[in-house]
């Protein structure tokens, strides 16, 4: 067995565990993904600042290329990533006479955050990495490393497994309690046995598969970004919300924090748009296959 596989076998094995128990205590971990992530961004921005300065950028990208713009939809999709994060913003919040702003002012740190990473990342490097943090390893002479500190290369070259390691657990309990919601029936309760063994396994043993029989993250992330990410992030979400709707026409009273997207036409518009993506991402996979 490869020294890849092994450490994957050890993630699951470690990390898997969370998802045979009732963990509640889940704001730890996000508070460690949210630190991380900080620091990381932050430390990026400015090493990439840092080599700019001293004029010592390689990267000349295009002012256009036309080729690019199918692989643009699938890049869409993951920026989309940043929405799930807004209920609990707004769930907390009491006094919601002010949420627009709120939510402004995140979107529009969000909008810097892509705006730093994307600029400086394009006139940094060459070539760039499809995952971003690999770009400031040094290369096999050490002799362009952005950074020769230790402790930020090593840093950085794990902080993708920083996040998986406190996304994996919430998502894949989170799994296992959607697996139990969709048969579950309160005359017939499930067994211990199911409960406990055979919902967190069928959680596991499909991504520890999918993991072990390769570690083409490029592919597989383009496949789950691109179609099911869509579905997800674009079909589902106006679905819910055209149903929500059709509920709400029973009250009446107006809602004085009614979204300025509340015609049809959002709807169908983001359907139709989500389609589009697809379309584009397919002829790109077809195009770079």
């Known amino acids: 067995m490869s020294m890849y596989r092994i450490c994957v076998a050890g993630f699951f094995l470690s990390l898997g565990g969370f998802t045979f128990f009732n963990v509640q205590k889940t704001k730890y971990i996000q508070l460690f993904t949210t630190a991380s992530r900080w620091i990381a961004f932050g430390m990026m921005i400015v090493l990439a600042v840092i080599k700019l300065e001293k004029k010592s950028g ?3 990208p295009p002012y256009a290329d036309i080729s690019g713009v199918p692989n643009l939809f699938g890049v869409c999709v993951y920026s989309f990533m940043c929405h799930h994060s807004l209920p609990s913003l707004i769930t907390p919040i009491r006094n919601k006479s ?3 702003n709120l939510l402004a002012y995140d979107y529009i740190l969000i909008l810097l955050f892509y705006l730093l990473l994307s600029f400086t990342g394009i006139y940094t490097f060459k070539d760039l990495n499809d995952i971003y943090t690999l770009n400031f390893l040094p ?3 050490n002799t362009n490393s952005v950074t020769n500190v230790k402790f930020i290369q090593y840093f950085l070259a794990l902080f993708p497994v920083f996040t998986l390691s406190s996304n994996f657990p919430i998502i ?3 799994l296992r309690n ?4 969709i048969g579950y029936k309160v005359d017939r309760p499930y067994t211990w046995c ?11 043993i499909p991504p520890l598969g999918v993991s072990l029989a390769t570690n083409q993250v490029e592919f597989l992330v383009g496949i789950t970004g691109s179609y099911a990410g869509a579905g997800i992030q674009y079909v589902i ?3 819910l919300v055209f149903c929500a709707r059709k509920q709400t026409i029973l009250f009446s009273d107006r809602n004085i924090h009614e979204s300025p997207f509340k015609g049809k036409f959002w709807i169908i518009f983001v359907c139709i ?8 991402v397919t002829v790109n996979h077809i195009i770079s296959g």
């Open 58 to 60: 390689q990267g000349h």
């Open 98 to 100: 002010k949420l627009y």
């Open 139 to 141: 290369d096999g002479c």
């Open 172 to 174: 894949s309990i989170t």
């Open 178 to 181: 959607n697996l139990k919601a």
């Open 194 to 204: 199911v409960d406990r063994i055979v919902f967190p396994l069928l959680a596991l």
């Open 237 to 239: 979400p106006a679905m």
């Open 273 to 280: 748009w989500a389609g589009v993506c697809m379309i584009f």
